[in-house]
T-cell receptor, first 113, second 116 residues
């Protein structure tokens, strides 16, 4: 079975540019999570969706961050405009239901210059 | 506040030696408990989970963990470490039962180095 698929794996861009990260959850999984991982703050939950509906976005750092899930097989995390402090590894995870473990993608390593 | 503490940031063990990684949590009730492993450049892979029942749970790659309610701990163990076990290990909790929203709270992680 295909796991959670994230693209791109690496992204390097200049500050001020728009960045779009993509995630395809495992087929049949109803919940999708976006995390950010940094050395200073560890793994932080940014937002999660259940049945394509955003449930909790309290972890989104500021209005420059937005996330969408237009259908059950695709989600995006967008940063506009990007800043150097947004540099991190961004993970997407999915789960069949809230009582099952989350499955993680390999992440997108984002560098904002 | 809910929290997960992994007291050891970095641990080094010799190949073939036993391993124990510590995890303590602060929660209102017994949560769901997880251990994940992250190899460099990779995502997190689930090693094992505890939902209920037997407090000693077996996972993949020869790992096990024991839930101790009285100590609010969920320590990860392996009897004999292999060089390929070098990675970062994360303990995580989520509210159990009807209160479970699927949100995970992660510890800061423990980096395991294995000496030949």
């Amino acid at each position: 079975d295909a796991g959670v698929i994230q693209s791109p794996r690496h992204e390097v861009t200049e500050m001020g540019q728009e960045v779009t990260l993509r995630c395809k959850p495992i087929s049949g999984h109803n919940s999708l999570f976006w995390y950010r991982q940094t050395m200073m703050r560890g793994l932080e939950l940014l937002i999660y969706f259940n049945n394509n509906v955003p449930i909790d976005d309290s972890g989104m750092p500021e209005d420059r961050f937005s996330a969408k899930m237009p259908n059950a097989s695709f989600s995006t995390l967008k940063i506009q405009p990007s800043e150097p402090r947004d540099s991190a590894v961004y993970f997407c995870a999915s789960t069949r239901d809230s009582n099952q473990p989350q499955h993680f993608g390999d992440g997108t390593r984002l560098s904002i210059l | 506040a809910q929290s997960v503490t992994q007291p050891d940031i970095h641990i080094t063990v010799s190949e073939g030696a036993s391993l124990e990684l510590r995890c303590n949590y602060s929660y209102g009730a017994t949560p769901y408990l997880f251990w994940y492993v992250q190899s460099p450049g990779q995502g997190l892979q689930l090693l094992l989970k505890y939902f209920s029942g037997d407090t000693l749970v077996q996972g993949i790659k020869g790992f096990e963990a024991e839930f101790k309610r009285s100590q609010s701990s969920f320590n990860l163990r392996k009897p004999s470490v292999h060089w390929s076990d070098a990675a970062e290990y994360f303990c995580a909790v989520a509210p159990a039962g009807s209160g479970n929203t699927g949100k995970l709270i992660f510890g800061q992680g423990t980096t395991l180095q294995v000496k030949p």
